[in-house]
């Protein structure tokens, strides 16, 4: 069976009403009328010979034959994209822009020092940073929204069609000010008395406060007390560091400019233990500034004596 193939734009259409489930909030995106809009998906479904979606009258949901074209046309319109892109850089060095999409602790601790090492190899580049969740970061590196994303590699961060790079091993820890009462505990902190203090919450991380809670049950302590929640990562190591609140999360930031001032407390086992790196679409690797960037990020981690992984791909 042979039939047209459709162009870049009529893909490009078809992604956008998918990814806003409808034609409404489509159109608005990609700035032409409905009508214009409603006529490029009708004409791609003649060419496939198939319904691509289901509309209703809140919007549209991908039939099964549009869901398999979906995830192709995603991939397509990202590869020419890259195509471009990877051209420019070769022709010029200059005007290039790196998309990095990285947790909050990698982005406060290791993206500001590997920042200037870039840029000393690379002056004319430049770097667009931006942090969130992992759920949202990877979504974002999956449609094409960011070039690189830097944090925990975890089940949920590997996707088919990109390469997943583990650099370095890190853990969660219970971090306290350097005068609270526990920083004085010589071995293991009894996890009884853990719970007699106060937690600041970092609340873009749900998944690490759970680890917490289990932690704690295992060994029959009630869980910890929660008496504040913010989403900057600022505000929970100053709030532990000026007072008697604890703060439960990556041990990276004790050994950074903004965890000054904190001590990782000591406990019978590492409570989590997981791998950091960096994920990104397949062959981006090879352009020279992506991989310079993601070399100055290890050199970093090496500068500072975490603990390093034999780097590995997946």
Not at 43 to 60: C, D, I, K, Q, V
Not at 211 to 224: I, T
């Amino acid at each position: 069976m042979s039939f047209e193939v459709p162009n870049l734009t009529l893909l490009k259409h078809f992604v956008t009403v998918a990814e806003d489930k409808g034609i409404s909030k489509a159109a608005k995106r990609l700035r032409i009328s409905q009508p214009a809009l409603s006529k490029n998906v009708k004409r791609l479904e003649e060419m496939l010979g198939t319904r691509l979606f289901e509309r209703h009258s809140s919007g549209a949901d991908l039939t099964p034959t549009g869901q398999a074209f979906f995830n192709r046309a995603q991939i397509i319109g990202l590869e020419y994209e890259h195509a471009v892109q990877e051209i420019r850089n070769l022709l010029s060095e200059q005007d290039a822009t790196i998309r990095v999409a990285a947790g909050p602790v990698w982005s406060s601790t290791i993206l500001p020092p590997a920042a200037s090492r870039f840029h000393r190899r690379f002056p004319r580049h430049r770097l667009s940073v931006q942090t969130g969740p992992v759920d949202q970061l990877i979504e974002d590196l999956r449609l094409g929204r960011v070039d690189i994303f830097a944090g925990a590699v975890i089940a949920k961060s590997r996707l088919p069609g990109f390469t997943s790079r583990r650099v370095a091993k890190a853990q969660i820890g219970i971090m306290c000010a350097e005068h609270h009462p526990l920083a004085k505990v010589e071995g293991p902190v009894d996890p009884m008395e853990l719970v007699k203090y106060p937690f600041v919450s970092f609340n873009l991380n749900r998944d690490v406060l759970k680890m917490l809670s289990d932690w704690l049950k295992e060994r029959g302590a009630p869980p910890a007390r929660y008496l504040l929640e913010t989403s900057s990562l600022f505000t929970c190591a100053e709030l532990a560091r000026s007072g008697d609140y604890l703060f439960f999360e990556s041990t990276m930031v004790a050994s950074s400019p903004i965890g000054h001032g904190l001590k990782v407390l000591k406990t019978d086992k590492e409570i989590f233990q997981y791998d950091l790196g960096f994920v990104f679409r397949e062959g981006m690797d090879r352009l020279p500034a992506h991989s310079g960037l993601m070399k100055a990020m290890v050199e970093v981690f090496e500068n500072k004596g975490l603990r390093t992984a034999q780097s590995a791909a997946e």
